[in-house]
């Protein structure tokens, strides 16, 4: 049971550069959400998508695009890499909004 | 704001119990999470209240109080395994995740 998948795990990125996590579960949830976590912070929210063909933005959008074609796979896409965006990015999915989410085992980004 | 509050980081004796405090202050509140993060890894789920009072799972149990904004997770019987950080999370009244910046627990044998 593959549970959340992620890759690459971990990418180094030039400044400028553009890449895109990937993210695919195979539970048949509907929720999907992209989380950073930075040192010493909690996690913070990107993008969700309650669903196939819907996505909304979270806490930090800024300078990232999602998109949601299947309920299995929730990519999230970097434009123009940037110092701040260096973190470790975590996808995770869930049945609804008061359940628990099970997390993919993160991709380290690092932009120089 | 809205503002989660966890000891950054707690020291505890193999086979002892320790208590890890959450207090919160957010905009409505729609339940709490507790999850346990071993270091280079993915959270992965422990407890969840919606209610006041305690919630018991094994070695693990959940308190929360929503009139005092507070929560705490209890590790019972340490084992050196349960080092890890410990992430509390509140969802507010728009059903969004805030969470803490973990608690991170060490195990001494």
């Known amino acids: 049971n593959a549970g959340v998948t992620q890759t690459p795990k971990f990418r180094i990125l030039k400044i400028g550069q553009s890449m895109t996590l990937q993210c695919t579960q195979d539970?048949?949830?509907?929720?999907m959400y992209w989380y950073r976590q930075d040192p010493g912070m909690g996690l913070k929210l990107i993008y969700y998508?309650?669903?196939?063909?819907?996505?909304d933005k979270g806490e930090v959008p800024n300078g990232y695009n999602v998109s949601r074609s299947t309920t299995e796979d929730f990519p999230l896409r970097l434009e123009l890499a940037a110092p701040s965006q260096t973190s470790v990015y975590f996808c995770?999915?869930?049945?609804?909004?008061?359940?628990?989410?099970?997390f993919g085992q993160g991709t380290r980004l690092t932009v120089v | 704001g809205q503002n989660i509050d966890q000891p950054t980081e707690m020291t505890a004796t193999e086979g002892a119990i320790v208590q890890i405090n959450c207090t919160y202050q957010t905009s409505g509140f729609n339940g709490l999470f507790w999850y346990q993060q071993h270091a280079g890894e993915a959270p992965t789920f422990l407890s969840y209240?919606?209610l006041d009072g305690l919630e018991e799972k094994g070695r693990f149990s959940s308190f929360l109080s929503r009139s005092k904004g507070y929560s705490y997770l209890l590790l019972k019987e340490l084992q050196m395994k349960d080092s890890a950080s410990y992430l509390c999370?509140?969802?507010?009244?728009?059903?969004?995740?805030?969470w803490g910046a973990g608690t991170k627990l060490i195990i001494k044998p």
């Open positions: 209240n919606v």
């Open positions: 539970m048949n949830h509907n929720y």
């Open positions: 998508s309650v669903g196939a063909g819907i996505t």
């Open positions: 995770a999915s869930g049945i609804q909004e008061n359940t628990e989410a099970f």
């Open positions: 999370a509140v969802r507010d009244s728009n059903y969004q995740l805030i």
